[in-house]
T-cell receptor
């Protein structure tokens, strides 16, 4: 399996509900990032959590990181139809020089109005 | 805001044609990246560039080459397009080697017939 795997692959919820997506990875990391991709478009950076952090918030987004389990979760609270998109985690690792970034395969979220 | 632009949103080419995909960023970023995105496979790194005239192979460089003659511009070249190169191509830039956020262009959807 790949570094950075999200689950579920697809998620469908009603507007106003919370959406939780998970990401697992295999090797130690410097940070983990979440990106959003609207259909047919480029990725947009949402939030970054460093390896020495456990939780981070940004607006309706909450990210947790458990380095002992090598996993992260992204929670979107009070979802809106505009949150419909694919969400990718990306792990950054390496020391000095070039820090390699690896993207997961994504979770496709549908928020039904 | 960082802006990353790609020369085409959609391209249709024939097998054997030479294809150029252009990417331009306006924030004086050192690093630039080319990914391809295929369903179920997420984003896979083709090539990246640390700086002008510098290039490094990513995870799937076969069948591709790149050029970075100016800092703001990173070109992906398909020397002889094949049908298995039909994909979504995404360009990204990052401040430097240890920078964290990648900024993506809107993508080019390439169809090779």
């Amino acid at each position: 399996s790949q570094q950075g795997e999200e689950d579920p692959q697809a998620l469908s919820i009603q507007e106003g509900e919370n959406a939780t997506m998970n990401c697992s990875y295999k090797t130690s990391i410097n940070n983990l990032q979440w990106y959003r991709q609207n259909s047919g478009r480029g990725l947009v950076h949402l939030i970054l959590i460093r390896s020495n952090e456990r939780e981070k918030h940004s607006g309706r987004l909450r990210v947790t990181l458990d380095t002992s389990k090598k996993s992260s979760s992204l929670l979107i609270t009070a979802s809106r139809a505009a949150d419909t998109a694919s969400y990718f985690c990306a792990t950054q690792r390496g020391t000095g020089g070039y820090q390699k970034v690896t993207f997961g395969t994504g979770t496709k979220l549908q928020v039904i109005p | 805001d960082v802006k990353v632009t790609q020369s085409s949103r959609y391209l249709v080419k024939r097998t054997g044609e030479k294809v150029f995909l252009e990417c331009v960023q306006d924030m004086d970023h050192e690093n630039m990246f080319w990914y391809r995105q295929d369903p179920g496979l997420g984003l896979r790194l083709i090539y990246f560039s640390y700086d002008v005239k510098m290039k490094e192979k990513g995870d799937i460089p076969e069948g591709y080459s790149v050029s970075r003659e100016k800092k703001e511009r990173f070109s992906l070249i398909l020397e002889s397009a094949s049908t298995n190169q039909t994909s979504m191509y995404l360009c990204a830039s990052r401040r430097d080697r240890v920078g964290e956020t990648q900024y993506f262009g809107p993508g080019t959807r390439l169809l090779v017939l």
